[in-house]
């Protein structure tokens, strides 16, 4: 770990004497100037938002050598990507149930188990990726508890023919293609992507795959008509299709047989948008939106099990509207509402014939007024009526001070929430194969435990189950401060402190033991914790063609009853040698489970002067995080229960062989770093050779 120590310190030094570029030619001015929609749900440039933003370009990910969403979010200051569930986004401390995942401002439905895969999302046509941080509920509702990550795709209109075929490690395949034109009022844009893998396996002896082999395939087709320069129309169309093998080792007579399975997943995405400008100060967006998920998971388990079936029908509708206004030059506001009918079908909710919906109608109202020439104030408010649960209110505050040309101060607070989900309410789930446990959903955890007690099945009622009620959402309110330094054309940093206190926090609890030994849980508000810290972040152009960047977080969690129960001498540990016990103190209480404390990356991009070839080294370091309870007192706190820290290695390099053709070449996880256990999604060496053609330049922007 004594690389890693050193790449830490560089980063740390490197960071506090950033600084950022003249505005004019270079990487990290055209950056600030960058219009982002995210933030505000309106455009700002931005270095003028007064929230934590960071912008991933379509060249940065291009060069990075990204195939996937979670390779380029990995490499992201503060973000790190969890494998559990799929790969879910970490952001401030917080879980992947917590950040919210747009595609071109709609949301990514079909989460398992709270977490949405990134692994679904091709970054083959993505223009750039806005990330906010903190909480966003405000603006967009239930799962903007930590943020929004908005992945804007291309759009229509720009004259486009572009095609890209990868091969790498373990059979990996990845071939997308893309076209786009213009016809009078009309543009039209097309994009497909194919990806696969043979799988591999990080355990030699195992007749099971770490990784299964997958094929993925993704759809994307944009319209758009312009019924005059003030009205335009915009329709966009999505399908993904995701068919992975499944494979369980069960015992057969003393022997190890191998079952296979399979799991589709298939998600469909339509949004149409109108859009019409009145005037100079008023504009109004009719958006619809309609997305479908569907999952299937079956397996042939043999021997004295049965086999696996699993089943999962969600859908997401929604119909907005937004209207901003230009009052005067001080002063803008954009308001809008909608309402959303949402709706699940599910064999681990009673029965697929059973449907399961919700209602939720909401409005916002968001206002920016510069009240002096240096100060900006930003406020807003969302108001969200459920029929499932209590309405919530999520305001937000926030305001930019420039200080000086070179000195910028933000600050920001606001309060997040996310709704209890469907698993969580109503999830009616046995698993006979490992120990006969139950899950039930707060909803019909009453009711089942009634019909099992009728039954003769139930031994013996917790206390646990006395607390069930109707769940609350889970709310957050977070502060956010900042300091922005920018004061030539070479160099920038940026340092924010947070904080984020978390109350009603769903977690699981066992509520009933069954006379077979099977334990039975449910969901309930039981717990506080929060989350706190500071990130740095950096740039410096070296050279016209050099250009380096830096990025470091300092993470403190904890759950706030722990740290009362500390403090009053009623938490033991239990010695790793003598096994014997003892008073544990608030310094060897590590927090949330899965946070590492330092998370660091080191970045360095060269390009030539005209842009024929270029190469990329960056560096990514995690410290330890914690894993598992070993001594049975519920915390994390002996070293045998953390994960190891590492630090990876990625490069990549390409050049333009012509005018058309272009190749690219790299390597992800240079030091061939692994962890089976914690890091099963990290095989090691991972390398690849690509080639891409541009059959047509545009000159143009691309619209939306």
């Given at each position: 770990?004594?690389?890693?120590?050193?790449?830490?310190f560089?980063?740390?030094?490197?960071?506090v004497?950033?600084?950022?570029?003249?505005?004019r030619d270079?990487?990290i001015?055209?950056?600030?100037?960058?219009?982002?929609?995210?933030?505000?749900?309106?455009?700002?440039l931005?270095?003028?938002?007064?929230?934590?933003?960071?912008?991933?370009?379509?060249?940065?990910?291009?060069?990075?050598?990204?195939l996937r969403?979670?390779?380029?979010l990995?490499?992201q200051?503060?973000?790190?990507?969890?494998?559990?569930?799929?790969?879910?986004?970490?952001?401030?401390?917080?879980s992947?149930?917590?950040?919210?995942?747009?595609?071109d401002?709609?949301?990514?439905?079909?989460?398992?188990?709270?977490?949405?895969?990134?692994?679904?999302?091709?970054v083959?046509?993505?223009?750039?990726?806005?990330?906010?941080k903190?909480?966003?509920?405000?603006?967009?509702?239930?799962?903007?508890?930590?943020?929004?990550?908005?992945?804007?795709?291309?759009?229509?209109?720009?004259?486009?023919?572009h095609?890209?075929?990868?091969y790498?490690?373990?059979?990996?395949?990845?071939?997308?293609?893309?076209?786009?034109?213009?016809?009078?009022?009309?543009?039209?844009?097309?994009?497909?992507?194919?990806?696969?893998?043979?799988?591999y396996s990080?355990?030699?002896?195992?007749?099971?795959?770490?990784?299964?082999?997958?094929?993925?395939?993704t759809?994307?087709?944009?319209?758009?008509?312009?019924?005059s320069?003030?009205?335009?129309?915009?329709?966009?169309?999505?399908?993904?299709?995701?068919?992975?093998?499944?494979s369980?080792?069960?015992?057969?007579?003393?022997s190890?047989?191998?079952?296979?399975?399979s799991?589709i997943?298939?998600?469909?995405?339509?949004?149409?948008?109108?859009?019409?400008?009145?005037?100079?100060?008023?504009?109004?967006?009719?958006?619809?939106?309609?997305?479908?998920?569907?999952?299937?998971?079956?397996?042939?388990?043999?021997?004295?099990?049965?086999?696996?079936?699993?089943?999962?029908?969600?859908?997401?509708?929604r119909i907005?509207?937004?209207?901003?206004?230009?009052?005067?030059?001080r002063?803008?506001?954009?308001?809008?509402?909608g309402?959303?009918?949402?709706?699940?079908?599910?064999?681990?909710?009673?029965?697929?014939?059973?449907l399961?919906?919700?209602?939720?109608?909401?409005?916002?109202?968001?206002?920016e007024?510069?009240?002096?020439?240096?100060?900006?104030?930003?406020?807003?408010?969302?108001?969200?009526?459920?029929?499932?649960?209590a309405?919530?209110?999520?305001?937000?505050?926030?305001?930019?001070?420039?200080?000086?040309?070179?000195?910028?101060?933000?600050?920001?607070a606001?309060?997040?929430?996310k709704?209890?989900?469907?698993?969580?309410?109503?999830?009616n789930?046995?698993?006979?194969?490992?120990?006969?446990?139950?899950?039930?959903?707060?909803?019909v955890?009453?009711d089942?435990?009634?019909?099992?007690q009728?039954?003769?099945q139930?031994?013996?009622?917790?206390?646990a189950?006395?607390?069930?009620?109707?769940?609350?959402?889970?709310?957050?309110?977070?502060?956010n401060?900042?300091?922005?330094?920018d004061?030539?054309?070479?160099?920038?940093?940026r340092?924010?402190?947070?904080?984020?206190?978390?109350?009603n926090?769903?977690?699981?609890?066992?509520?009933?033991?069954?006379?077979?030994?099977?334990?039975?849980f449910?969901?309930?508000?039981?717990?506080s914790?929060?989350?706190?810290?500071?990130?740095?972040?950096?740039?410096?152009?070296?050279?016209?063609?050099?250009?380096?960047s830096?990025g470091?977080?300092?993470?403190?969690?904890?759950?706030?009853?722990?740290l009362?129960?500390?403090?009053?001498?009623?938490?033991?540990?239990r010695?790793?040698?003598?096994?014997?016990?003892s008073?544990l103190?608030r310094?060897?209480?590590?927090g949330l489970?899965?946070?590492?404390?330092?998370?660091?990356?080191?970045?360095?991009?060269l390009?030539?002067s005209?842009?024929?070839?270029?190469?990329?080294?960056?560096?990514?370091?995690?410290?330890?995080?914690?894993?598992?309870d070993?001594?049975?007192?519920?915390?994390?706190n002996?070293?045998?229960?953390?994960?190891?820290?590492?630090?990876?290695?990625n490069?990549?390099l390409?050049?333009?062989?012509?005018?058309?053709?272009?190749?690219?070449?790299?390597?992800?996880?240079?030091f061939?770093?692994?962890?089976?256990?914690?890091l099963?999604?990290m095989p090691?060496?991972?390398?690849?050779?690509?080639?891409?053609?541009?059959?047509?330049?545009?000159?143009?922007?691309?619209?939306?």
């Amino acid at each position: 770990m004594r690389s890693a120590n050193i790449v830490f310190f560089l980063i740390l030094a490197f960071t506090v004497q950033a600084q950022v570029p003249d505005r004019r030619d270079t990487m990290i001015g055209r950056d600030m100037q960058e219009v982002v929609v995210t933030a505000t749900r309106s455009e700002r440039l931005m270095g003028n938002t007064s929230v934590p933003v960071t912008l991933i370009s379509q060249k940065m990910i291009t060069e990075s050598g990204s195939l996937r969403l979670h390779d380029i979010l990995g490499e992201q200051t503060g973000l790190f990507i969890t494998q559990g569930f799929g790969r879910g986004v970490q952001m401030q401390g917080l879980s992947p149930d917590y950040t919210l995942i747009l595609i071109d401002g709609e949301p990514v439905i079909g989460r398992m188990g709270g977490v949405l895969d990134l692994s679904r999302l091709t970054v083959g046509n993505i223009r750039k990726i806005e990330i906010v941080k903190g909480p966003s509920s405000s603006l967009y509702g239930s799962e903007a508890l930590a943020g929004v990550i908005n992945i804007i795709t291309d759009g229509a209109g720009v004259r486009k023919l572009h095609a890209d075929i990868r091969y790498g490690r373990f059979n990996t395949f990845d071939a997308s293609a893309e076209a786009a034109t213009r016809v009078g009022k009309m543009s039209l844009s097309g994009f497909v992507n194919s990806n696969s893998t043979e799988g591999y396996s990080l355990l030699p002896n195992s007749i099971q795959k770490t990784v299964e082999p997958f094929w993925r395939l993704t759809n994307q087709f944009k319209l758009g008509y312009d019924f005059s320069p003030a009205t335009q129309f915009r329709l966009g169309i999505r399908y993904n299709h995701e068919d992975i093998t499944n494979s369980i080792v069960v015992q057969n007579l003393g022997s190890q047989l191998l079952s296979k399975g399979s799991e589709i997943n298939r998600d469909l995405n339509i949004t149409p948008t109108l859009t019409h400008r009145f005037n100079k100060k008023v504009k109004t967006s009719l958006r619809g939106y309609l997305s479908r998920f569907a999952s299937e998971q079956n397996l042939d388990v043999r021997g004295e099990l049965n086999n696996y079936n699993d089943r999962f029908r969600q859908s997401f509708s929604r119909i907005e509207n937004q209207t901003d206004v230009d009052f005067t030059d001080r002063l803008s506001m954009n308001a809008g509402g909608g309402m959303i009918f949402e709706s699940v079908r599910s064999n681990r909710y009673d029965s697929l014939e059973t449907l399961r919906s919700n209602q939720i109608g909401y409005f916002f109202i968001q206002q920016e007024w510069r009240a002096l020439e240096r100060l900006t104030i930003t406020a807003g408010l969302r108001y969200d009526h459920n029929s499932a649960y209590a309405s919530v209110w999520s305001p937000k505050l926030a305001l930019q001070y420039r200080m000086n040309p070179t000195w910028r101060l933000n600050a920001s607070a606001g309060r997040g929430f996310k709704a209890p989900d469907f698993r969580q309410l109503f999830l009616n789930f046995t698993n006979i194969a490992a120990g006969s446990y139950s899950v039930f959903g707060s909803l019909v955890a009453a009711d089942e435990i009634m019909r099992l007690q009728s039954d003769g099945q139930i031994d013996q009622i917790l206390p646990a189950y006395g607390k069930l009620s109707e769940l609350k959402p889970e709310t957050s309110t977070g502060i956010n401060l900042g300091l922005q330094f920018d004061p030539s054309a070479r160099w920038n940093a940026r340092i924010n402190l947070y904080r984020n206190d978390i109350e009603n926090l769903i977690l699981t609890d066992i509520i009933a033991y069954k006379k077979n030994g099977g334990q039975i849980f449910s969901y309930l508000n039981i717990s506080s914790a929060f989350t706190q810290g500071l990130e740095l972040e950096g740039n410096w152009q070296v050279h016209k063609q050099i250009r380096v960047s830096g990025g470091y977080q300092l993470l403190v969690t904890a759950e706030k009853n722990v740290l009362t129960e500390i403090s009053e001498g009623k938490v033991y540990k239990r010695d790793i040698s003598s096994g014997l016990s003892s008073r544990l103190t608030r310094s060897e209480y590590a927090g949330l489970p899965g946070r590492s404390k330092h998370m660091a990356n080191l970045k360095v991009f060269l390009e030539s002067s005209d842009s024929r070839w270029f190469a990329n080294a960056r560096l990514i370091y995690r410290s330890r995080w914690g894993v598992s309870d070993i001594d049975g007192n519920g915390i994390i706190n002996r070293e045998d229960e953390f994960a190891k820290g590492y630090l990876q290695a990625n490069l990549a390099l390409g050049r333009q062989l012509s005018p058309v053709l272009g190749i690219k070449g790299g390597v992800d996880n240079l030091f061939n770093y692994k962890d089976p256990e914690n890091l099963p999604g990290m095989p090691g060496a991972n390398w690849y050779l690509s080639l891409s053609a541009n059959f047509l330049k545009s000159k143009q922007p691309s619209k939306q």
